[in-house]
């Protein structure tokens, strides 16, 4: 998964869809290509440089919340981190917890570095039930880093535990 960015929707298309906070102030009038694209992927990055995160839906209204971390907020008081965050089942892998993923071993990443397997239990899915994962990868076009290295939609994966959380993690402040 990723962040969406409102300037990658270049279109001439009407901003018609208003992001509400909690309270159900504006917080921005978008187009409802990127509104959708938010809703789904759960953070966006404004071209006015305000990164918005999904926070609750209050009668069938999505709500939304600015986000002082520059990708996005995973769960608790976690920032996102491309390539570094995933969203777990919390019941199967607990928040907080440092994982080993042996398929992105050796991955080559945005920054020409290769990775070395290890990731960070960072984030909740609606989506991710039991042993799922979602690997975060920041922006939309470098998820062909993953399909690069042989890493397909719904692949299984190889995650190990290598530390429990501890109660110092972000995952646990909010």
């Known amino acids: 998964y990723y962040t969406i960015f409102e300037s ?3 279109r001439r298309q009407p901003r018609n869809r208003n992001v509400v906070d909690s309270r159900g102030r504006t917080l921005s009038r978008v187009t ?3 509104f959708n694209g ?3 992927e759960g953070s ?3 071209v ?3 990164v918005l995160n999904y926070h609750t839906n209050i009668g069938g209204t999505h709500r939304f919340l600015v986000s002082p971390h520059p990708w996005g907020n995973g769960a608790g008081d976690c920032g996102l981190k491309p390539f570094r965050t995933i969203a777990v089942d919390r019941r199967v892998i607990p928040l907080g917890a440092v994982v080993y993923i042996d398929e992105t071993v050796g991955m080559i ?3 020409g570095s290769h990775h070395d397997g290890r990731w960070r239990a ?4 609606g989506a991710i039930d039991h042993d799922r994962v979602d690997l975060y990868v920041g922006k939309r076009n470098w998820n ?3 399909s690069a290295h042989g890493i397909r939609h719904l692949q299984p994966l190889r995650v190990r535990i290598l530390r429990q959380p501890d109660g110092e993690s972000c995952a646990y402040r909010a």
């Not at 960072?122 to 899915?125: H, K, N, R």
């Open 8 to 10: 990658d929707f270049t």
């Open 32 to 34: 409802s290509e990127f």
């Open 38 to 40: 938010l809703v789904l």
């Open 44 to 46: 966006g990055k404004l």
């Open 48 to 50: 006015d440089g305000r």
């Open 109 to 111: 990443l945005p920054d």
């Open 122 to 125: 960072d984030d909740v899915g």
């Open 144 to 146: 062909s880093f993953l």
